[in-house]
T-cell receptor
Framework: NAGVTQTPKFQVLKTGQSMTLQCAQDMNHEYMSWYRQDPGMGLRLIHY???????DQGEVPNGYNVSRSTTEDFPLRLLSAAPSQTSVYFC????????????FGQGTRLTVV | DAKTTQPPSMDCAEGRAANLPCNHSTISGNEYVYWYRQIHSQGPQYIIHGLKNNETNEMASLIITEDRKSSTLILPHATLRDTAVYYCIVRVQGSQGNLIFGKGTKLSVKP
């Protein structure tokens, strides 16, 4: 049971480059979300989805796009990377209709130079 | 969502119980108390949740006061591997998809 899988684990980008952080879950969870964590800080919500075809903004959505075409996948796109987006990114999934905690991936460490 | 207040840091001796408090005085009747922890650089890990009764699982116990305005997470025999930041979050059922994390409590377990 893989849970929540994030790829890549590490990435270095140049300012202005674009890339997609991948997130997949195999638990058939309705909810998926993306967080970023800067050094010494707590997690901040970027975007989330309550099901396929539905996405919404979190606390810090600027500079990021998401889409949810399937239940399993929730990619996060950086259209034009900036040094301020250097961070560790976590993806999470959770079920909608029962009381349960969220499951987090192991993170993608992104550096923008 | 109800706001939570946690102490920024706590120490605990290895092998002793770690008691982590959380205040949530504005909690609504349908909101659950959830606890997560984040060990250095790893993704957060769900620990336990409760509504009004005390709960126990293989990781921890959760004690919720009768008025539900505060709770305590108990790690009965803390080990060095329990050193982490612990987050208390109050949410309604089925709403773990858009969590708002506070600063949590940094628990340091010392030998």
């Amino acid at each position: 049971n893989a849970g929540v899988t994030q790829t890549p684990k590490f990435q270095v980008l140049k300012t202005g480059q674009s890339m997609t952080l991948q997130c997949a879950q195999d638990m058939n969870h309705e909810y998926m979300s993306w967080y970023r964590q800067d050094p010494g800080m707590g997690l901040r919500l970027i975007h989330y989805s309550v099901g396929a075809g539905i996405t919404d903004q979190g606390e810090v959505p600027n500079g990021y796009n998401v889409s949810r075409s399937t239940t399993e996948d929730f990619p996060l796109r950086l259209l034009s990377a900036a040094p301020s987006q250097t961070s560790v990114y976590f993806c999470a999934s959770s079920p909608r209709d029962r009381v349960s905690g969220a499951f987090f991936g192991q993170g993608t460490r992104l550096t923008v130079v | 969502d109800a706001k939570t207040t946690q102490p920024p840091s706590m120490d605990c001796a290895e092998g002793r119980a770690a008691n982590l408090p959380c205040n949530h005085s504005t909690i609504s009747g349908n909101e659950y108390v959830y606890w997560y922890r984040q060990i250095h650089s790893q993704g957060p890990q769900y620990i336990i949740h409760g509504l009004k009764n005390n709960e126990t699982n293989e990781m921890a116990s959760l004690i919720i006061t009768e008025d539900r305005k505060s709770s305590t997470l108990i790690l009965p025999h803390a080990t060095l591997r329990d050193t982490a930041v612990y987050y208390c979050i109050v949410r309604v059922q089925g709403s773990q998809g858009n969590l708002i994390f506070g600063k949590g409590t940094k628990l340091s377990v010392k030998p």
